[in-house]
């Protein structure tokens, strides 16, 4: 089972965001490590029903693992309650009870967050997103036909990165290995890539009005995508492990 061609992953691109969407409200809502815990075991369980491998999986959340251990680290030096049983004593480092739960909590609540997300995400072709949402959210062609151009244009962001990375080399400036230079480097090339990116949607919203996508008049469908038995199925099992999370929460 390789990319869309695996179960979950062929679910209507509305159905999967739906049940994201409730699945991330239970989970942002509890700090329960069990419930979160079992939210992160189902997403790596499931992976494989996505097409995806669960290494992979973990692979391709990792800016949601580097934030999880950054929340821990910022905690254990940083917080303020610090009530509980000490667990650790090294010069300014104090870890109790208190603060190694909090920690925990909020670390495998961003975790839980990111894995159904980029289990979604990553499995939903942008052209079935913008007639799903179209036609079974009912939302308007504007809305639904930017989404999509929006979502094309995300994968061209570290191709444009990179771009301007080699660039600004070509140009003899490197940070090499100075950390300074290097986080002056880095802001100096995301601030060009925001500019770029607002130039390229300016440019997308004018191309898209010139289209006709502004004239609030009906349009067809191309590819009738109905809603089935199986896409009600995946949204209710969402909901059912959403209901999970928050009964192992508030037990």
Known sequence: MTGTRAPLARRAPVAKIGAVLILSIAVLTSR???????????????????GI?????????????LGAATVIFSLALFAADRSGDVLLHVGPLLITTTVLDNAVSLALRLIAVALPSVLVFSTTD?????????QHAKA???????ALAAFRLVGLFSDEWRLI????????????????????????????LLVSAIRRGTRLATAMDARGFDAG???????????????????????????????????
């Not at 199986?230 to 192992?248: E, H, K, N, Q, R």
């Open 32 to 50: 329960d490590p069990l419930a979160l815990g079992l939210v992160i075991g189902v997403s790596l369980l499931l992976s494989p029903f996505f």
């Open 53 to 65: 491998a669960p290494w992979t999986l973990l692979r391709r959340a990792w800016p949601a693992l």
């Open 126 to 134: 942008p052209t079935d997103l913008a007639d799903s949402l179209m």
């Open 140 to 146: 308007p062609p504007r809305f639904a036909i930017g």
């Open 165 to 192: 990375a080699m660039a600004r080399r070509a140009r003899g400036i490197d940070a090499g290995l100075n950390p300074i230079a290097r986080l002056r480097t880095f802001a100096s090339t995301a601030f060009t």
């Open 217 to 251: 008049l009906p349009r067809s469908v191309a590819r009738p995508m109905p809603f089935s038995r199986s896409d009600w199925l995946f949204l209710a099992a969402g909901t059912v492990l959403a209901a999970a999370v928050a009964l192992i929460t508030h037990r």
